[in-house]
């Protein structure tokens, strides 16, 4: 699921409660991905 933090007020909120202040964030299977990491992205969704 994509959450646009620019248009999306709740997405922003829910972003923050997580301590997260920057994007792109990506979570697979609990584990979270700050900043864009093709390597590990790849790597958790088992590609």
């Known amino acids: ?8 007020q709740a997405a922003l909120k829910e972003l923050l ?7 792109p964030v990506t979570i697979i299977d609990a584990e979270v991905v700050i900043g864009f990491d093709q390597a590990r992205i790849e790597k958790l969704l088992g590609l």
Not at 1 to 8: G, T
Not at 17 to 23: N, V
């Open 17 to 23: 409660a997580m301590g997260y202040q920057s994007t």
């Open 1 to 8: 699921m994509d959450k646009n933090v620019r248009e999306d």
